[in-house]
């Protein structure tokens, strides 16, 4: 493997983002950067940062840029991400996306692949259903998950076309067993490296 792979995940709430990425860190030997896991840890962990983040996750709401670009800065310089990072759900917004092109511009780095996963919305829909009876995540309540498809719409699928106009972007179907979809996100980091 070649070094320093940077792979950033975007697909919508549900699409299988979270699932995928845990076989794709293992198949790269790379880092897991989940910010909506991290942003969970700090609410356990009763930080400071958690005590902003949970109204605006538990309301379904993007936690503000500033807060978030800050996170990923310190977490993309921290050593155990030099052999290379996946990014889940980071970047959601094309201000965020922005601050990611100059972080990695100034550390000479460059993205390999974005990976853009596909799920109709009826999918998702069922899929968060099911989910929020397994894992009780707080923003899994039926209002919840319509507001964060709405605000996946809104403000994080405009980032497909920002990478596409970048070359970056890999198109990912994401229906069908999580084998088969995991076979087509190798072919797209294979052919990225
Ligand atoms: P985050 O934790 O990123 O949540 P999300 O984007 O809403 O996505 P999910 O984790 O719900 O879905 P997923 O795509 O990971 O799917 P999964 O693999 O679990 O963010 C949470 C919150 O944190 C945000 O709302 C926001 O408030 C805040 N936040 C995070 N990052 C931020 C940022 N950058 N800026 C601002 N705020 C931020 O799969 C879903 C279900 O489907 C599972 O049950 C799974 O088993 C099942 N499944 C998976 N694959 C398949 C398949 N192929 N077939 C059938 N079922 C499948
Ligand atoms: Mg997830």
Redesign the pocket.
Known sequence: MGPDMLVVFI?P????????SANLVSYLEIVHL????L?RASIDAGTRLGGI?RA??NR????P?AI?VDLIATRLSNPDCQPGCLL??????LP?ARALDQMLAEQDRQLDVVLALHVPRDELER??I??SG?EGRA?DSPETIIH?LEIYERQTAPLIEYYRRRSKLSDID?I???EE?FDRIKQAVDAAR
Do not use: N
Request: no cysteine.
């Open positions: 697909g709430p549900g699409a299988g983002k979270g699932t995928q989940s910010t909506g896991e942003l983040a605006y996750i379904g709401q993007l936690v840029d978030m889940d759900g980071f970047p959601r917004t965020q899929r968060l099911s989910r397994e923003d964060r994401g069908g067993t999580m979809v």
